[in-house]
């Protein structure tokens, strides 16, 4: 029978960002949720690094002679949306 079992990982940090965790009631919960957050908000092209491959890149070029990244006054938010159709519903074009 196989056992699902937590792992335990842990990651050096600084000394203030140390006293805060310290500071949290439950740290694994927070930093659990922390890390869940993040990789949910991750860019699903270059998976949270900020920087795409050559052959990424390639991929994008094709992708952005139809699209464009626009930015949406009402919040402030950058968005893509296709040259061959309305804005995705966007209104703050």
């Not at 464009?68 to 074009?93: F, I």
Request: hydrophobic share 35%; net charge positive; charged share 25%.
């Amino acid at each position: 029978m196989l056992r699902n079992k937590d792992e335990v990982i842990t990651f050096k940090v600084g000394q203030a960002l140390a006293r805060a965790i310290r500071r949290l009631p439950n740290r694994s919960e927070f930093i659990r949720a922390a890390i869940l957050s993040a990789l949910d908000h991750a860019c699903p092209l270059c998976q949270g690094t900020g920087i795409m491959t050559p052959e990424q890149k390639k991929h994008w070029d094709g992708f952005a002679r139809d699209h464009a990244v626009k930015h949406c006054r009402e919040c402030d938010a950058l968005y893509l949306t296709c040259g061959s159709g309305p804005a995705g519903g966007r209104t703050g074009a």
